[in-house]
């Protein structure tokens, strides 16, 4: 596809249960990011993936929250044992390396219901 | 010293109105601005963006207003109409390129009406 895909766009689940979210970036697109987006809390910062370089992990909000990139495409975000505030969509952006202006292209979310 | 503080939370213009919203950051290693507009059900998207070396940047009816000494930051849309209504997020980098992540505002959702 020509943009970020995601997957799915809504996941309904009970709290405690593990969830799964997934992030096609566009193709030849180094640098990846995942942002999570609440109500009136804007877009906040999770993590960053830049080729093969570590990824900056500093905005995950617990340790029940990871994410891991392979082949350098395809991320997977996890969350652990959901809370109920965990409730929100989750975005994916993917970007070049080279590009000049940093500009971000995101994909359409996941919205992620705890029950 | 990672935030940027967006202004208005929301707001509501008549159409052929001007809508501005500001952001103001504290940071002073950011030098790259850029504002994304979000629809419902859509990610957010590029609108325009600035870098400091410039007090002002025009893309038709958007424009970026940039003050170095007060850090602070706006965008102006001119002429406002209907389809302009959606939610706007300000957001400032360190570094130009694709390296190193964005700080988004909150947002403001703007309502344009008819």
């Known amino acids: 596809g020509a943009g970020v895909s995601q997957s799915p766009s809504n996941k309904v689940t009970e709290k405690g249960k593990d969830v799964e979210l997934r992030c096609d970036p566009i193709?030849?697109?180094?640098?990846l990011y995942w942002y999570r987006q609440s109500l009136g809390q804007g877009l906040e910062f999770l993590i960053y993936?830049?080729?093969?370089?570590?990824?900056?992990k500093s905005g995950l909000p617990s340790d029940r929250f990871s994410a891991e990139r392979t082949g350098g495409s395809v991320s997977t975000l996890t969350i652990q044992r959901t809370q109920q505030e965990d409730s929100a969509v989750y975005l994916c952006?993917?970007?070049?390396?080279?590009?000049?202006?940093?500009?971000?292209?995101f994909g359409e979310g996941s919205r992620l219901t705890v029950l | 010293q990672q935030q940027v503080k967006q202004s208005p939370q929301s707001l509501i213009v008549q159409k052929g109105g001007i809508s501005i919203i500001n952001c103001a950051y504290e940071?002073?290693?950011?030098?790259?601005f850029p504002w994304y507009q979000q629809f419902p059900g859509k990610g957010p998207a590029l609108l325009i963006a600035i870098r400091p070396d410039v007090s002002e940047k025009k893309e038709g009816r958007f424009t970026i207003s940039f003050n170095k000494s007060a850090k602070q930051f706006s965008l102006h849309i001119m002429d406002s109409q209907p389809g302009d209504s959606a939610t706007y997020f300000c957001a400032a980098k360190v570094g130009g390129g694709s390296q190193g992540n964005l700080i988004f505002g909150k947002g403001t959702k703007l309502s344009v009406k008819p």
């Open positions: 993936f830049q080729g093969n370089s570590a990824p900056d």
């Open positions: 193709s030849g697109h180094t640098a």
């Open positions: 940071n002073t290693a950011f030098d790259y």
């Open positions: 952006a993917s970007s070049l390396v080279t590009g000049k202006s940093g500009e971000l292209f």
